[in-house]
């Protein structure tokens, strides 16, 4: 009968906490509730679902292209590309072909005109003198090849400062080296290629001739006959003639002479216009 109470009473008691334990877990579950509901309020897409792409896979990996070659440097223009040296009689100016013309080219480029409107007035600034123009190349190609583009580069530098009026006409003349007369090495030690070296063989020379002017008479007369060398060379004219005589000719007599057959002695005598020698 004990047991049956006990068991009673037992059962009455968890009855009793299980309500207790119920109303506290209800309370704890509205204040859960409430603090969720705050949140949400705050913060209303915190809890929002986004759709989540598929996820991509990974692309391979390229291979890595071929290396390209850097560029040729760009060369010079303007007043840095001149270079000027002085020496006695003369004025040079020394510009790299690359800055005015393409490679195996004649024809000046677009930029060319920069360099040339410089050198025309630095030219003019040494005086009236005359000029030559000097054309070079590197050693590739043939021999003849060089000489001929060598030629026709400083024909074409002429030019331009002809139609420009840096220079006279009859002032100035070309020549073309080809690769005669080089810089610098057109090869390194080893026997490979050297390109900055070509590159500065690849070049035009402006030389100005400073112990000349342009208005020095050219000389058009001989130098006078003195009276001295004018009987020595009749005498061993006489020499020389045979004994027409003795020989039984009779020697012509020579009659009304030209004025101007024998000029008198200890005058100059004056070549033909054609045989007159020009600087």
């Given at each position: 009968m004990m047991k049956i109470e006990h068991l009673a009473?037992?059962?009455a008691c968890t009855v009793t906490l299980g309500a207790v334990f119920d109303q506290a877990f209800a309370q704890d579950t509205k204040k859960i509730n409430k603090w969720f509901a705050d949140i949400d309020s705050k913060y209303p897409n915190l809890r929002k679902k986004?759709?989540?792409g598929d996820l991509q896979d990974p692309g391979k990996i390229q291979t890595?292209?071929?290396?390209?070659?850097?560029?040729?440097?760009?060369?010079?223009?303007g007043f840095k590309a001149i270079k000027t040296t002085s020496?006695?009689?003369?004025?040079?100016?020394l510009i790299g072909a690359d800055t005015l013309f393409e490679f195996d080219k004649a024809t000046l480029t677009?930029?060319?005109?920069?360099?040339?409107?410089?050198?025309?007035?630095?030219?003019?600034?040494?005086?009236?003198?005359?000029?030559t123009i000097e054309g070079h190349t590197d050693a590739v190609g043939t021999d003849d090849y060089n000489q001929q583009l060598?030629?026709?580069r400083a024909e074409r530098v002429r030019n331009w400062l002809l139609e420009h009026r840096v220079v006279e006409r009859k002032a100035v003349s070309t020549v073309g080296y080809g690769e005669k007369k080089?810089?610098?090495?057109?090869?390194?030690?080893?026997g490979k290629d050297n390109p900055a070296?070509?590159?500065?063989?690849?070049?035009?020379?402006?030389?100005?001739?400073?112990?000349?002017?342009?208005?020095?008479?050219?000389?058009?007369?001989?130098?006078?006959v003195t009276p001295e060398a004018q009987a020595a060379s009749s005498d061993a004219a006489t020499a020389a003639e045979p004994d027409k005589e003795a020989a039984g000719e009779s020697s012509p007599v020579q009659t009304n002479a030209p004025a101007d057959s024998a000029p008198p002695t200890g005058s100059s005598q004056t070549p033909p216009a054609d045989a007159s020698s020009t600087k």
């Amino acid at each position: 009968m004990m047991k049956i109470e006990h068991l009673a009473a037992l059962i009455a008691c968890t009855v009793t906490l299980g309500a207790v334990f119920d109303q506290a877990f209800a309370q704890d579950t509205k204040k859960i509730n409430k603090w969720f509901a705050d949140i949400d309020s705050k913060y209303p897409n915190l809890r929002k679902k986004t759709n989540v792409g598929d996820l991509q896979d990974p692309g391979k990996i390229q291979t890595p292209g071929k290396f390209q070659h850097p560029a040729n440097i760009q060369a010079p223009q303007g007043f840095k590309a001149i270079k000027t040296t002085s020496a006695p009689c003369s004025q040079r100016f020394l510009i790299g072909a690359d800055t005015l013309f393409e490679f195996d080219k004649a024809t000046l480029t677009a930029r060319a005109e920069e360099t040339l409107s410089v050198l025309g007035p630095m030219i003019q600034n040494v005086g009236a003198h005359p000029v030559t123009i000097e054309g070079h190349t590197d050693a590739v190609g043939t021999d003849d090849y060089n000489q001929q583009l060598s030629d026709r580069r400083a024909e074409r530098v002429r030019n331009w400062l002809l139609e420009h009026r840096v220079v006279e006409r009859k002032a100035v003349s070309t020549v073309g080296y080809g690769e005669k007369k080089p810089v610098a090495p057109n090869t390194k030690p080893d026997g490979k290629d050297n390109p900055a070296g070509r590159a500065l063989n690849r070049r035009v020379e402006i030389v100005v001739d400073t112990c000349k002017g342009l208005d020095e008479p050219a000389m058009t007369t001989a130098p006078a006959v003195t009276p001295e060398a004018q009987a020595a060379s009749s005498d061993a004219a006489t020499a020389a003639e045979p004994d027409k005589e003795a020989a039984g000719e009779s020697s012509p007599v020579q009659t009304n002479a030209p004025a101007d057959s024998a000029p008198p002695t200890g005058s100059s005598q004056t070549p033909p216009a054609d045989a007159s020698s020009t600087k």
